[in-house]
């Protein structure tokens, strides 16, 4: 059946290379054009309406702006998963690594050959069930799926999928509770190795992370006579340079770590540019292990390094230093980020409650 500007079904006919016989296909098959551009489909199905309802659909999705062709059909999620990758790779993103560990549980799940357009709502549900029950943590789910949903994003940017699942997140709970006290962090510090301490002592005043801000300082980012601690852009989790002045306790931490760096140097006979080094002056690389039994040990088990992160907000916010101030120190870009590690605690409670007493005595007392 022909319609002229709509395109038209069809059942393949050919002649047998033996018996020359005229053979006819047993499926039907639709044929239209889109911007000039033949496209050809198997409909699958022995039935004339139901070609002409997939051609009708892909005329429909072809007039709203909607990605079209057999090529969409045969379009994997391993290669849309791959486009997310290589966009990490492409535009420098810290996080890539994650990305793959996260497409490596997609995978596992879906089948990377899985069809795209076959991992509908339910599968996506069914997958959140699944990890759930496999131990892993609802965000971390989330930050999967995100990864899925970034997948079919681009993969609809490419012409490669006609339609995005609908990809309901887990509810997760952000309120950021961990922090130290400074008896628990000197606690924990006394029973680190002598090597990572200063580390740590960085990490409790500054709230810069560990393992990607700190651990990757070099003597060049340390600035001693004027007394500050620079991250160059690019080198931060958003990409913004940072500066931090010293403190009295850091300067000290700082000139300390800078005489034991070159005693080693002098023993080496070598020039070392990290900040933080293990005892024969190499970088440290990570320091999971040794964190988590000198929390065990110091009597607070299942603690985070990113812990001082939270506790380096809360402090400028006891210091009373303006947030806008507090905000370059610690590197977050916005007010909502850092409000979430802005927290409130019963000592900080007890705080207000003394001022606002306090205030209370001075308007009473105040002639009326």
């Keep these: 059946m022909r319609s002229r500007g709509m395109g038209y079904v069809y059942q393949p006919t050919w002649r047998d290379q033996k018996t020359r016989e005229p053979k006819t296909a047993a499926t039907w098959w639709i044929s239209y054009s889109i911007h000039g551009k033949r496209h050809r489909e ?32 045969r379009t994997t999620l391993g290669e849309i998963l791959n486009m997310v990758e290589v966009d990490y790779a492409a535009n420098g993103r810290k996080s890539l690594a994650r990305v793959k560990h996260a497409a490596t549980h997609l995978k596992e799940f879906f089948d990377a050959c899985a069809k795209a357009r076959v991992i509908t709502s339910d599968r996506i549900s069914a997958y959140q069930a699944e990890r759930l029950e496999q131990g892993a943590k609802p965000a971390t789910v989330n930050y999967e799926l995100a990864v899925l949903r970034r997948a079919f994003r681009l993969g609809s940017r490419a012409g ?61 980012h340390v600035d001693l006579a004027k007394g500050w601690l620079r991250l160059d852009p690019g080198e931060s989790k958003n990409g913004d340079g ?79 230093v303006p947030r806008s101030a507090a905000m370059r120190m610690t590197g977050h870009k916005t007010e909502a980020v850092y409000r979430r590690y802005a927290i409130t605690d019963s000592a900080m409670l007890q705080e207000a409650a003394v001022k606002l007493a306090a205030f209370h005595v001075a308007d009473s007392s105040s002639p009326s």
Aim: proline fraction near 6%; include cysteine.
């Design 42 to 73: 198997n409909a699958h199905s022995t039935k004339e309406g139901d070609a002409t309802k997939l051609l009708k659909l892909r005329l429909g999705q072809a007039a709203i702006g909607m990605p079209v062709g057999p090529q969409i059909e």
């Design 242 to 320: 940072r500066e931090f002045p010293f403190t009295p306790d850091m300067r000290s931490v700082l000139e300390a770590q800078r005489e034991t760096v070159r005693t080693i140097e002098r023993e080496q006979a070598c020039v070392i540019p990290w900040v933080f080094v293990q005892p024969d002056g190499s970088r440290i690389k990570d320091f999971r292990g040794a964190w988590r039994k000198a929390c065990r040990d110091a009597g607070v088990p299942g603690r985070l390094v990113h812990d001082f992160r939270r506790t380096a907000v809360r402090n400028l916010e006891r210091a009373g």
């Design 160 to 220: 490669k999928v006609a339609a995005r699942p609908e990809i309901q997140m887990l509810h997760v709970e952000n309120t950021r509770k961990g922090f130290f006290e400074p008896e628990q962090y000197r606690a924990v510090v006394k029973h680190l190795p002598e090597y990572l301490r200063p580390l740590a002592a960085i990490a409790y005043i500054t709230g810069w992370r560990a393992m990607s801000e700190l651990l990757s300082r070099q003597w060049r």
